[in-house]
Each structure stands twice: as C-alpha cells, then as structure tokens.
Nanobody, 118 residues
Framework: VQLQASGGGLAQTGGSLRLSCAAS????????MGWFRQAPGKEREFVAT????????YYVDSVKGRFFISKDKAQNTMYLQMNSLKPEDTAVYYC????????????WGQGTQVTVSS
C-alpha cells in the first residue's frame, strides 16, 4: 500500500485546512488509517484514526471538537478536516495505515507541512 498525503499549507489562527491521504495498491489489506504529526523539536504524536471498514474514530484530546477524520472508500482516500487551528497545530502531518490493530508499523505516507500563524 502506498499513501500520498496532500493539502497542507499556511493558515491563520482560527482558520481551517483539509488534508487528504490517497491510498493505492492493496487497499483491501487496510484495517485502519490515521494521522500523526511532528512539530519541530518534538516527537511524532498521534492525532486521529478511523477504521477502514467501520465508522469508528478516535482523536487525541487536543484536537477533539476541532479536527474531524473521514474517509471515502470509493476513492481510497482519508481526510482530516482541521478547524479552529491554533499555532500549536503547526507540524508536519503524516498519514499511516495498518493491516491490524498494531503499532502503526505497516504503511506511512510522506509528510505535509501545516503552519498556523498567530
């Protein structure tokens, strides 16, 4: 499975951005997909996840109520709608996919930069 993330950019505080992650290859093997982010000088952190064959989602507390993860299985694409952006959301965002409920070791896309200005 190959993952291609896009949609990053520059936003002002309070603004919105939508990230996309297009999956290709053996997408039938996907169990779940998710978004992670890494800010400068910090470790990569989990942001949100969605089951590929179900509707369950889960978010890190810091983005609950502001970020919304969704998918379009027909397009093999996952999205992250980011609203009410804060400067602390500035990071490189990565999409990932797992074949089971493991440790996110299976598939990773390249990062897309999100910068939120104050």
């Amino acid at each position: 499975v190959q993952l291609q993330a896009s949609g990053g950019g520059l936003a002002q505080t309070g603004g919105s951005l939508r990230l996309s992650c297009a999956a290709s290859g053996r997408t039938s093997s996907i169990y779940r997909m998710g978004w992670f982010r890494q800010a400068p000088g910090k470790e990569r952190e989990f942001v949100a996840t969605i089951r590929w064959r179900a509707d369950s989602t889960y978010y890190v507390d810091s983005v609950k109520g502001r970020f919304f993860i969704s998918k379009d299985k027909a397009q093999n694409t996952m999205y992250l709608q980011m609203n009410s952006l804060k400067p602390e959301d500035t990071a490189v965002y990565y999409c990932a996919a797992d074949r089971n409920a493991g440790n996110w070791n299976d598939y990773w896309g390249q990062g897309t930069q999100v910068t939120v200005s104050s």
